[in-house]
């Protein structure tokens, strides 16, 4: 049985897991792409584009054994795009790895600063963001792009289109749909006044903290508490947000409730948590009929 929670979010469909200090890594198999790594479960595997929020083993610790994998099954090169002062350090890591299994782990480490994105497939990137945890820490936004007709061209004719575009005239303009945004581990920051982020359909954050008398360690370590729930909301008026990265510590019931305590009615009704597991169907007892015999 996969480990992996398989949830739906905006319309997208997600595999994860998201432990604090354990495991995090969120899976969207549509679009061939994964958000952090966590310790490589299976599902990642066949996924062509790992996007590392930051350098904490939580979340990246199973990058050696991804690209290794890879190779194992006869997958072509895999790709890690994470912040550029982590590529060299990480690529490091691979050439020690090749040493110790003897061979090399085919893969690519692909270095990103701040909205320097990165194309997935035609029409399909990546965009990543400084967000406001380690030195290194990024944000992703999934984002398609999209050509529409220009509303002064919407009555012409197809030949009269056809003759516009012969003439050099720029009949389209392009508009981007921003599927999902993840903000992997992050205190409150400048991230949230990006246009495409308050533009997300849904959005992966983290909330560690829940408790009152946690609010200090939530700062110090650069996380969101809970009482900052409300201000993210507000940033993303649109988006259907999914809570990650809550501790062992903190009862996921306990966290609920504090939640509906913290939120208006309205935004309750938006927010879900990564590790609530739906409820499975209980099986429905069949009296035995009577005795052939």
């Given at each position: 049985?996969?480990?992996?929670?398989?949830?739906?979010?905006?319309?997208?469909?997600?595999?994860?897991?998201?432990?604090?200090?354990?495991?995090?890594?969120?899976v969207a198999?549509?679009?061939?792409?994964?958000?952090?790594?966590?310790?490589?479960?299976?599902?990642?595997?066949?996924?062509?584009?790992?996007?590392?929020?930051?350098?904490?083993?939580?979340?990246?610790?199973?990058?050696?054994?991804?690209?290794?994998?890879?190779?194992?099954?006869?997958?072509?090169p895999g790709?890690?795009?994470?912040?550029?002062?982590?590529?060299?350090?990480?690529?490091?890591?691979?050439?020690?790895?090749?040493?110790?299994?003897?061979?090399?782990?085919?893969?690519?480490?692909?270095?990103?600063?701040?909205?320097?994105?990165?194309?997935?497939?035609?029409?399909?990137?990546?965009?990543?963001?400084?967000?406001?945890?380690?030195?290194?820490?990024?944000?992703?936004?999934?984002?398609?792009?999209?050509?529409?007709?220009?509303?002064?061209?919407?009555?012409?004719?197809?030949?009269?289109?056809?003759?516009?575009?012969?003439?050099?005239?720029?009949?389209?303009?392009?508009?981007?749909?921003?599927?999902?945004?993840?903000?992997?581990?992050?205190?409150?920051?400048?991230?949230?006044?990006?246009?495409?982020?308050?533009?997300?359909?849904?959005?992966?954050?983290?909330?560690?903290?829940?408790?009152?008398?946690?609010?200090?360690?939530?700062?110090?370590?650069?996380h969101l508490?809970?009482?900052?729930?409300?201000?993210?909301?507000?940033?993303?008026?649109?988006?259907?947000?999914?809570?990650?990265?809550?501790?062992?510590?903190?009862?996921?019931?306990?966290?609920?409730?504090?939640?509906?305590?913290?939120?208006?009615?309205?935004?309750?009704?938006?927010?879900?948590?990564?590790?609530?597991?739906?409820?499975?169907?209980?099986?429905?007892?069949?009296?035995?009929?009577?005795?052939?015999?």
């Amino acid at each position: 049985m996969s480990r992996l929670i398989d949830k739906q979010l905006g319309g997208l469909r997600l595999l994860g897991f998201s432990v604090a200090g354990e495991e995090t890594v969120v899976v969207a198999p549509e679009y061939n792409v994964c958000f952090d790594v966590g310790r490589a479960p299976r599902e990642v595997i066949p996924i062509d584009n790992v996007c590392l929020t930051h350098g904490h083993m939580d979340h990246s610790a199973g990058v050696a054994y991804y690209f290794s994998q890879r190779g194992f099954v006869g997958l072509g090169p895999g790709r890690v795009i994470v912040h550029r002062s982590l590529a060299q350090p990480i690529q490091k890591l691979m050439d020690i790895w090749s040493d110790i299994e003897g061979h090399p782990a085919a893969g690519q480490v692909h270095g990103v600063d701040h909205l320097e994105d990165v194309e997935i497939r035609r029409g399909l990137v990546i965009r990543p963001f400084t967000v406001n945890h380690s030195r290194s820490s990024l944000g992703y936004s999934l984002i398609e792009r999209r050509h529409k007709l220009k509303a002064e061209f919407a009555g012409k004719s197809g030949p009269q289109l056809v003759a516009l575009k012969s003439d050099g005239v720029q009949i389209e303009e392009r508009t981007e749909v921003v599927l999902l945004t993840c903000t992997g581990d992050t205190a409150l920051g400048r991230f949230l006044e990006l246009d495409f982020v308050r533009q997300s359909r849904a959005l992966l954050v983290e909330c560690t903290f829940y408790e009152a008398e946690h609010a200090s360690r939530a700062r110090d370590g650069r996380h969101l508490h809970v009482d900052d729930l409300p201000k993210v909301l507000s940033a993303v008026p649109e988006a259907q947000i999914m809570l990650t990265h809550v501790t062992h510590r903190t009862d996921l019931r306990l966290a609920k409730r504090i939640v509906q305590r913290v939120l208006k009615p309205a935004d309750l009704e938006r927010v879900s948590f990564l590790m609530e597991r739906p409820l499975r169907a209980m099986p429905i007892a069949v009296p035995a009929g009577p005795s052939p015999n």
